[in-house]
């Protein structure tokens, strides 16, 4: 859904230059590209890793991609954060400690088939603790209704 938002973006844009007749020069070719920089370095948060390849930053449910980490907080586009995970070559980086990640844990996967392969089975144990819930609040009624005063 975000990326159609961006692409319709993207879309109009490109047609009110097309449709208004504006000849190109150098300002509006610097335009351009300083739109383009915004709208990539937007792009660069997904819900769900996109790239395994590349250094990343894991805070609230988010990845990151693009920005720069120094001295224990990760910078990008003028925000900074503190309390996430940065991954890069093979570690993690937390609190300005170095350690070795574990797949599941913070945010981090090798590969999309294990990402989702570990969300599906995140799904089955829910499914299974919701079952299991249900069935206890079915004996605690159960016993509710022998213990009737009156």
Do not use: W
């Not at 930053?57 to 693009?66: A, E, L, P, Q």
């Not at 090798?110 to 079952?131: A, C, L, P, T, V």
């Amino acid at each position: 859904m975000f990326k159609l938002k961006q692409l319709g973006l993207i879309v109009a844009l490109s047609s009110t230059l097309l449709f208004t007749h504006a000849q190109a020069n150098s300002q509006d070719f610097v335009a351009g590209v300083a739109v383009g920089t915004a709208l990539g370095s937007a792009v660069g948060v997904y819900a769900a890793p996109r790239y395994y390849d590349r250094p990343y930053y894991y805070y609230g449910g988010r990845y990151y991609y693009g920005g720069v980490y120094r001295n224990g907080y990760y910078i990008y586009n003028g925000q900074r954060f503190r309390s996430g995970h940065y991954y890069d070559r093979g570690y993690r980086y937390y609190n300005g400690h170095r350690y070795r990640p574990r797949v599941g844990n913070y945010g981090y996967y090798r590969s999309n088939q294990e990402f989702k392969q570990h969300r599906k089975m995140r799904h089955k144990e829910y499914r299974h603790q919701e079952k299991m819930r249900h069935q206890e609040y079915k004996q605690y009624n159960k016993q509710q209704k022998h213990h009737k005063c009156g």
